[in-house]
Structures are given as structure tokens and as C-alpha cells.
């Protein structure tokens, strides 16, 4: 969620025509506009991780006291249930932390930003807070960062800042296929270039590799090499075909066991034969 705020003293001189229209670049420059998570986001997430925090707290307990006891029996499901139920619960924290602390703030003279200070494209624990003067802005750069195997892409676009000293500030990745409305990087970075008076220059397509960019370790020379959009489309279809076979997969399914039910439903009960008595004992 954007929300613009007219900010900046009137400039001295005579007063325009009131039939004098701005410029969409100074009208910009004279807004405040500022990018943070709606309260309604807050909210939800602050609500699902509240009322899934005490099943989550009392998986521990019930592993060590089935453990402790001996109890065996269906203590690996648990286990699979706490892993998995902690991998969810971190999704969802590493998501709360996200709509609370991420904020973008464009003001007249300097951009203000708080986004999380880890690498990669899901957002970190950990954040920091940059205030960076237009003018230390050498470049903006965006580009597309190819994520997975061959039948499974995921497709990334980063945007990051460039100041004059050589440091590099990452902005954010959107997916163009789900842009996410409240932090549209890519829209925040050409706003950003239209007040340092830059355009944003685009690097193109890579492939990167989830483990090494989550570890921070720096792209070797076949893992960042451009990606033709001849074989960027060639992936594109491997993935359309893939989510198209496991759709025909699970209604495949879903239709055998109807049958199997309607079967079982309709077929006539199956009649016992009488058990055999046992002969009589002879009366003494």
C-alpha cells in the first residue's frame, strides 16, 4: 500500500497560470509517498501465528514424553508433523516481521528504507534501516533471476540501488506473475530513478542457485550467465506441461476413487455361508 503526501514549500517567483499544468516529474518530487503493509495484512498474519503458536508449542512436550516413556507407536508421524509444522511457522513469522517492519519511504531530498539486510528473495529476520541522499545514487538496476531445475522455474525480477561509493543496496523481488501490491519493487525503483534524475538499467536474465544465494556466496561464472529468451520460453513450456500433468494426475485420482466408491456402493451384499456345527457330543 502507496500513500502519497504532498510535502515542499512553494517555490519563490510569480505564481503560474492556473491553467499551467506541473510536470509529472516535479509533482513527484514534491510527494512525499511512502510503502508499508496494510493494517488488514498485519492483522492476519498477527492472527494466524497467535492462534497456531500454542499447537506448535505443545508438539515438543508430546515427542519428549512419548520418547521418554517408550511409546513408539506413531511417534514418526509426529515427528513428520513437527517438521513440518515448523517449517510453516517460519513462513509465517519470516511473512509477519515482513508486513511490521518493511517500509519504503520516498521523501524530496533522500529515500528512507527499512527492508530486510539478508540476501536472496525471501525476506530475513534481521533488517536495517538506510537513508540514502538522491544524489549518492550512481545507478538503478533490475534484473531477472531464473530460480530451480527445468521442469519447475520460478522467475524473479530484483531491483537494487547502486550509490557512489560501490555499495549495493537490494531493494526486493516481485514476481511478474503475482506482484505483490503492497511493495511493487520494480515500480519503487523507477520512482526512485525519476527523482536522482537516473534511469533504471536492466541486467537481464540469470540463473542462480536458491542454496548458494541463501548462503551469500557470490555467483560463479556459469551459475550467473545470461539466459537467451529463446530458452527462458523453451522452460516456461517445461513448466506449463508439468503443472498441466500434475492437474490431469490428481483429477485422475479423484475420478478412479469416485468410481471405486460408486462400485463399492452398488454391488450386492455379499452373503455368508453358514459355519459348519460341530457334531453333537453322544449324551452318557
Known sequence: ?????????????????????????????????????????????????????????????MLWARVSQGHWLGTPGLVVLAIGFTAIMGLILVEL?????????????????????????????????????????????????????????????????????????????????NVDPAFPFNEIAERIAARAGLNVTDRGTVRRSVPRKMLGIKASEDDGAPIEQAMLDELNRRHYRLVLGIIGGLVALIAVGIVMDVVSETAPPTVAAPAASAPAKPAR
Open 97 to 177: 516481521l515482513h508486513s511490521i517492519r518493511s517500509r519504503v519511504e520516498l521523501g524530496e531530498k533522500a529515500v528512507r528504507l527499512t527492508l530486510p539486510s539478508g540476501r536472496g528473495p525471501t525476506p530475513k529476520l534481521m533488517y536495517r534501516t538506510h537513508e540514502v541522499p538522491y544524489a549518492d545514487i550512481e545507478a538503478i538496476e533490475t534484473r531477472r533471476e531464473l530460480y530451480g531445475g527445468a521442469l519447475a522455474p520460478v522467475l524473479l525480477k530484483g531491483s537494487r540501488l547502486m550509490l557512489k561509493d560501490g555499495t549495493a543496496i537490494p531493494l526486493g523481488y516481485v514476481s511478474d506473475a
Open 1 to 61: 500500500m502507496a500513500e502519497a503526501i504532498a510535502g515542499g514549500e512553494p517555490l519563490a517567483g510569480p505564481t503560474p497560470p492556473q491553467s499551467a499544468a506541473p510536470t509529472p516529474v516535479a509533482v513527484e518530487k514534491n510527494v512525499r509517498r511512502v510503502y508499508r503493509a496494510g493494517g488488514g495484512r498485519r492483522a492476519a498474519f498477527s492472527a494466524v501465528f497467535l492462534l497456531l503458536l500454542p499447537f506448535f508449542a505443545s508438539l515438543g512436550p
